[in-house]
């Protein structure tokens, strides 16, 4: 059977396809290969309209001279752009593992019942869009909640709630840590890769908090090794020291094994490994 072709989506009106183009022209500037530049650029026009629409995706197409099936399968696949339009601050709950056991199902449930919408859903008022969302590498602070992909830490029902009901009322709101609240659009025209002049944004998201920069400072051996604590036992072999990088580890430290070996000894039952037991005989 024939299918009926599709319509295409309808263009941009000439204004806005005018100041677009320039846009988009600087963006696929930056990579080898235009194609390249398609996720900035679906966050360029998601930053004109609130949402990834059929008339951005042919613009996306028609600069990067792909079809507009290959745009929507990218488009359709990354949870960041948005199909549907979206209020001016996306709320996303934490409610991944330890999020969610640390609150964070308490908080969208309670935040569903507050704002009286479901998960992806707006408020009456175009201001708020909840949703719940993976892990964003923030657990240090669970149960987080984001707002437009800044961070509010450490969060609670109550708080949760005072938060939304701020961004409503349009009160001033800053994130926990990182830049200063703006809109989805405005953060949309951001991750498309411009400059982001919002004061202070820049020496905000200059470096982590504390809790996620100790790791760091432990790599670089500029901050003290950590030790184990034995509450329920007598201080042990474990109680030395983890040993700083290039050193080398105890062999009784229980982290021993998680160095990184230089051969396939790490893995006693690699096919590669040299000392791999024979055949039925038992590995201790
Ligand atoms: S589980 Fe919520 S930030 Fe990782």
Not at 160 to 172: H, I, K, N, S, T
Not at 191 to 214: C, H, K, M, N
Request: charged share 25%; proline share 10%.
């Amino acid at each position: 059977m024939l299918g009926i072709p599709a319509m295409p989506a309808p263009d941009y009106p000439a204004d806005v396809r005018e100041r677009l183009e320039p846009d988009a022209r600087e963006i696929i500037a930056r990579y080898p290969n235009s194609r390249s530049a398609l996720l900035p650029l679906l966050h360029l026009v998601q930053s004109e309209e609130g949402h990834v629409t059929p008339t951005g995706q042919r613009f996306c197409a028609e600069m990067l001279d792909l079809t507009t099936a290959e745009v929507n399968a990218v488009a359709t696949f990354y949870s960041m752009y948005r199909r549907k339009p979206s209020g001016d601050y996306q709320v996303g709950v934490c409610t991944n593992t330890l999020c969610a056991v640390m609150g964070g199902d308490a908080i969208f449930d309670d935040l569903k019942q507050h704002l009286g919408v479901g998960n992806n859903e707006t408020t009456e008022d175009g201001k708020v869009t909840l949703e719940h969302i993976e892990c964003n590498a923030a657990c240090d602070y669970a149960p987080v909640v984001m707002v437009n992909w800044e961070f509010f830490d450490n969060q609670t029902p109550e708080s949760a709630r005072r938060l939304v009901d701020d961004l409503r009322a349009g009160r001033e709101v800053l994130p926990t840590r990182g830049a200063p609240m703006c809109t989805f659009k405005e953060t949309a025209r951001i991750l498309a890769g411009f400059p982001d002049q919002r004061p202070g944004a820049v020496e905000a998201t200059g470096g982590g908090g504390e809790p996620s920069i100790a790791g760091l400072r432990l790599a670089r051996g500029e901050a003290p090794a950590g030790r184990l604590a034995h509450p329920r036992g007598p201080a042990g072999p474990a109680d030395q020291p983890m040993p700083l990088p290039g050193e080398e580890a105890p062999q009784s430290h229980p982290s021993s094994h998680d160095l990184p070996q230089s051969t396939s000894a790490s893995d006693p039952a690699s096919e590669a490994n040299p000392v791999r037991p024979e055949s039925g005989e038992e590995s201790e």
